[in-house]
């Protein structure tokens, strides 16, 4: 089974919206002739519909960096899977660990917005990663295990074919410190297996795990030559055209 790597930037709560058009323009130009790679980008909310247009016809995949899990409703400030899809995103990231730690989303609400972006048609990217403390405390692959688990539970294995999983050690994001190529070849091969075993042997094959955290030119290509690790969510190194261009082409 080939899986297409995946190289995804998550913008985060950065550029307004004339300057993420001019990046992700860039972008596109430098990175129009990749072709054995997806490349994702996920602007702010305002700026989806920018990059949209911007983006159309060009190699590069729209995501957003959260969604809300009700259709519509009175809940000032949120955003469905259906006005997502409607501003042209693909892909969207779910309980990323800053939504997790400072917006204090549980494994239940990440579970209801997977639902909600199968429902919508849009592809989740399931963030997980354990804490230093849970690390240090030996239970890093307990709470990978829960947090996978609750994320689809409920979920038809058939409706998930295009689920992504970012394995993301909370320890390693914006902290300049990466995993070790063998603490990233054990939790991906852990986490394949365990798709394997507890949700669907098909799934497992399909599934692409990224790896995220200090990603940078200078590491991306001995991450990603670790087995099971598909491509990899990249924050602050996806912000400027020129390096995120560098790890897309990395050699
Ligand atoms: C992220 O926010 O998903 C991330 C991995 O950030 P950084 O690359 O800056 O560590």
């Not at 996978?148 to 409706?159: M, N, T």
């Not at 949700?199 to 790896?211: E, F, G, H, P």
Request: glycine residues 8%.
């Amino acid at each position: 089974m080939t899986r297409t790597p995946l190289i995804a930037g998550n913008w985060k709560m950065f550029k307004t919206g004339p300057e993420a058009v001019d990046t992700a323009t860039q972008l596109a130009a430098a990175c129009a002739d990749v072709r054995d790679k997806e490349i994702m980008i996920a602007p702010t909310y305002v700026c989806l519909p920018l990059v949209a247009t911007a983006i159309a016809n060009t190699s590069l995949h729209l995501g957003a960096q959260n969604l809300h899990f009700e259709k519509q409703g009175a809940f000032t400030g949120e955003i469905s899977a259906d006005m997502l899809a409607a501003a042209g995103v693909e892909y969207v990231i779910i309980g990323h660990s800053e939504r997790r730690q400072y917006f204090f989303e549980t494994d239940d609400m990440v579970n209801r917005k997977i639902q909600a972006a199968v429902a919508g048609r849009l592809k989740p990217i399931l963030c997980i990663g354990e804490t230093q403390a849970q690390r240090e405390a030996g239970n890093t692959f307990l709470t990978l295990d829960k947090q996978v688990a609750d994320g689809v539970k409920g979920v038809d294995s058939k409706l998930l074919q295009d689920l992504v999983i970012a394995y993301e050690p909370v320890w390693a994001i914006g902290t300049g410190e990466t995993a070790g190529p063998d603490q990233v070849e054990t939790v991906h091969s852990y986490l394949r297996t365990m798709l394997d075993t507890q949700i669907s042997s098909d799934l497992a094959q399909t599934v692409r795990i990224l790896y995220g955290g200090s990603v940078k030119p200078d590491n991306i290509a001995n991450l990603m030559r670790i087995q099971d690790v598909d491509g990899v969510l990249v924050g602050g190194a996806s912000l400027d055209a020129g390096t995120f261009t560098e790890l897309v082409k990395y050699d």
